[in-house]
């Protein structure tokens, strides 16, 4: 076993084996579970449990993450060009920091301009957000909770998948465990009673909207090379939530807003790819994208 490498040293993961990797990445995301489920028997939005979760979720879990991740690290050798300072792993860099930052928001807007026009239809163009951000399930939804995930989940278990997994592998892989972390929320339906086939359905929502927003997230931290493009995509998805589908059908203007989503998504897809070059953002990734084009 490598030692562990001297602070400020280069460093990579190509001694850390697939198994290795794999077990790490499942081993945090269950400790991520266990560990938010068994601080409260309260209810998910008693204030209780909502600190006690966000000094799990803001306090501990990314600092087991990072001491994990650093003990499986290897200090590079001169000319390695698998290695990397730490922290840009971690995607901490300042290069390009606004346009990092403008363009997941610009993207989630794209992706989200049908549901917008849903609301302005409706009237119904809320900022009830605004009011519940200092709040202890506001700061859960808005800040602890997507900046904690991001940094788990991307920051802390990409650096391990990608010496054995293709760029597209990742993209879903490591989705799919943070989608599965986020079926343990049945369990909290199942204690307060609700109907088994609604918990069922409910948590398979979830988990393909989770991994699909997972595969975003983590599609824009390779990319740009930035955790700031990822956490602030979460948190405004978080603030948007899902799309208002279920009243299209019985909507008097049915048929635009069903054109205006499709629109929608045609655009946000066109515009991924050319605004999320890793040559505009001089990602530390940009390798990988060169490689397999």
């Known amino acids: 076993m490598a030692l562990v490498p001297q602070p400020g040293a280069n460093v990579h993961f190509q001694d850390v084996s697939r198994a290795s990797a794999l077990i790490t990445c499942v081993g945090l995301s269950s400790l991520f579970v266990i560990l938010i489920n068994v601080v409260s028997r309260r209810a998910r939005d008693h204030p209780e449990t909502v600190i006690r979760r966000l000094f799990i979720a803001c306090g501990v879990m990314p ?9 499986l690290a290897t200090q590079s050798t001169a000319g390695n060009v698998h290695a990397k300072p730490f922290h840009e792993w971690l995607g901490f860099r300042s290069g390009q920091l606004l346009y990092a930052a403008g363009v997941p928001l610009l993207l989630v807007t794209v992706g989200y301009s049908g549901d917008y026009l849903h609301a302005c239809l409706d009237g119904d163009l809320s900022l009830d957000w605004c009011r519940q951000l200092f709040t202890p399930i506001g700061v859960r939804n808005f800040i602890g909770g997507p900046l904690s995930e991001e940094y788990v989940f991307r920051s802390c278990m990409l650096p391990l998948l990608l010496p054995h ?129």
């Open 63 to 71: 600092v087991v993450s990072t001491v994990v991740l650093w003990a």
């Open 165 to 293: 997994f293709s760029v597209t592998t990742c993209v879903f892989l490591a989705p799919a465990v943070f989608g599965i972390a986020h079926v343990h929320l049945a369990w909290e339906s199942y204690r307060r009673g609700d109907p088994i086939a609604g918990i069922a359905a409910l948590a398979l929502l979830r988990l393909c909207y989770t991994t699909l927003f997972g595969s975003f997230t983590t599609f824009l931290f390779l990319r740009t090379g930035h955790l700031l493009s990822c956490c602030l995509a979460h948190v405004y998805c978080n603030i948007l939530g899902l799309p208002n589908f279920a009243d299209i059908p019985s909507h008097r203007y049915r048929t635009g807003l069903i054109a205006a989503h499709i629109v929608a998504m045609a655009a946000f897809f066109y515009l991924l790819g050319p605004l999320t070059d890793p040559v505009l953002f001089d990602s530390q990734f940009s390798s990988l994208f060169t490689a397999s084009s």
